[in-house]
Structure formats: C-alpha cells, structure tokens
C-alpha cells in the first residue's frame, strides 16, 4: 500500500522535527535558559513539519508533501539565519527583540511587563560546542533542505 522509502522518509523528517522542538523545550523549561522571540519563531517551521509529515506519510504518492517541506525549511533558513545575522552584528535587533519599549513612567505598565520580558535577541545565552541554536538551526535547517531536495530528485529518477 505505502511504499516503503516514502515512508521511512517522512518518519526520519519527523523525528528530527519532533527531536528538534524537544530540544528546545528542554533548554527552555528544564535548564531554565529562556527563549527570544526569534527562538520562538523558529520553532514554527518544525510544528508545520511534524503537520507535513503526517500527512505525506499516509498520502506520500502525492509529491506536493516534499514542496511543502522545502519551503517551511526555506523558511527556517530565513528566520534562524536573520537571528544569527542579529547575534553577529550583521542586522540590527527589529523592534520585537530589545526591551527599550517598556514605559517606565506607568507603574502598572512596568510591572506587567516584568513579569513578559524576554531577553535580546542579540544576546546569545546558551551554546553547543561553541555554536548558538541559531546557528545550529541554520545549519540544520539547509540539511533538511538539501535531504528534500536530494529525496525529490531521487524519486524522480525511480
């Protein structure tokens, strides 16, 4: 009924999406690094993958799954790589990464936002092996690109 490479294609693709977001829900929440909202929206990619894959999985015959999946990964590059771009002074932070947006002269104000402050964007809290999540997302993300892409081709050639 399914054919096997398909398959075990789109299971591989969503386990490094499903590891991915483990990752970072673990660095977040039990080693209490917090996100920046540029990490945060890297995570969307991969909720959207884990959604593809599902759906390839059961309808693989229909390569639009594959599509699909370059350009949520596309997108992937573009996020984590602008978020990289901020960390090495190559962009500067958007509005949405610095805190300088907090009106200190209203004290409820003030005091809400406390409690919802995440750190800049530029500010890089936790490495691995020396490299930031960002730059490891980027790196993984133009592998899965190039994983799809090569899979696409092969296919083609069957």
């Known amino acids: 009924m399914f054919h096997k490479t398909e398959n075990?294609?789109?299971?591989?693709?969503?386990?490094?999406?499903?590891l991915t977001i483990l990752s970072a829900l673990y660095i977040e929440y039990i080693l209490s690094i917090p996100a920046c909202k540029l990490c945060l929206y890297q995570r969307i990619p991969y909720v959207i993958s884990i959604v593809i894959c599902f759906f390839g999985y059961f309808f693989s015959k229909n390569k639009i799954w594959c599509h699909l999946l370059i350009t949520t990964f596309?997108?992937?590059?573009?996020?984590?790589?602008?978020?990289?771009?901020?960390?090495?002074?190559?962009?500067?932070?958007?509005s949405g990464c610095t805190n300088e947006n907090i009106d200190t002269t209203d004290k409820k104000e003030l005091l809400q936002s406390l409690n919802n402050v995440l750190p800049n964007?530029?500010?890089?809290?936790?490495?691995?092996?020396?490299?930031?999540?960002?730059?490891?997302?980027?790196?993984?993300?133009?592998?899965?690109v190039s994983i799809t892409i090569r899979?696409?081709?092969n296919e083609k050639n069957r």
């Open 121 to 144: 964007c530029k500010n890089v809290n936790f490495r691995i092996f020396g490299l930031s999540l960002a730059t490891i997302n980027f790196i993984l993300s133009i592998a899965l």
């Open 74 to 94: 596309l997108g992937s590059i573009i996020i984590s790589g602008y978020h990289l771009g901020i960390e090495n002074n190559i962009f500067k932070e958007y």
């Open 8 to 18: 075990s294609f789109f299971l591989f693709i969503l386990l490094i999406s499903i």
């Open 151 to 153: 899979y696409l081709n």
